[in-house]
């Protein structure tokens, strides 16, 4: 916890997020349903846009804001128990979306934006080193496209990813979008939102 925010995101918060998609019925086809998934993806970014915004500020130093936004992880991307597969598959999409805005958060306060390339470019390096089946090479593209994102000299242009098949680039792409939206305007999603 740091003196500038209670807290910037709570078990208690992403618990209720659980319990809504335990409690709907939920269909990949439906758009109200692709909301919820995005609403609660929208919210954790909020959350580590929040955490960067203050280290920007200089209100947290380094080691705080890595401590925020590990903690903001481990709540995040604990394992989640439901009964329905499909619902599993769901959540899993959401955080496997969220590992890439973590892990780039992180890279950006450790080390700063990527020291070259544009955001198109380590995107388009991570699709070719998934078309190799190089998942590791991928993930460090995106995380280093997220650092540039958090920078904020240059833009995340999600058509990139019209030309190319769904895949783990896509699901950390969505996150790094996400991301993108809260830096620009950090506004709490409400829960009950519908």
């Known amino acids: 916890m740091t003196e ?31 909301r919820l998934l995005f609403n609660m993806q929208d919210d954790a970014a909020i959350a580590v846009a929040k955490v960067l ?25 604990s394992e989640v128990e439901f009964e329905s ?8 999409g959401v955080q496997m979306s969220l590992r890439c805005v973590f892990a780039a958060a992180e890279e950006y306060v450790a080390s700063g934006p990527a020291p070259e390339g544009t955001i198109r470019e380590h995107v388009e390096a991570a699709v070719a080193a998934e078309e190799e089946e190089d998942l590791d090479t991928a993930f460090a593209h995106v995380v280093q496209a997220g650092t540039l994102v958090i920078e904020d ?28 939206s809260a830096l620009a305007d950090p506004e709490v999603i409400e829960e009950d939102d519908e």
């Open 53 to 77: 915004s203050a280290y920007k500020d200089e209100v947290v130093d380094d080691e705080t804001a890595l401590e925020e936004i590990r903690e903001i992880g481990e709540i995040v991307l």
């Open 153 to 180: 000299d240059d833009e995340l242009d999600v058509s990139v990813l019209e030309d190319i098949d769904y895949g783990l680039v896509s699901d950390w792409v969505s996150g790094l979008d996400s991301l993108q």
């Open 85 to 92: 597969e499909e619902k599993l598959m769901l959540v899993d």
């Open 4 to 34: 500038a925010e209670e807290s910037y995101y709570s078990e208690e918060r992403w618990q209720n997020w659980l319990s809504r998609v335990a409690e709907e019925d939920l269909d990949p086809e439906s758009e109200e349903s692709a």
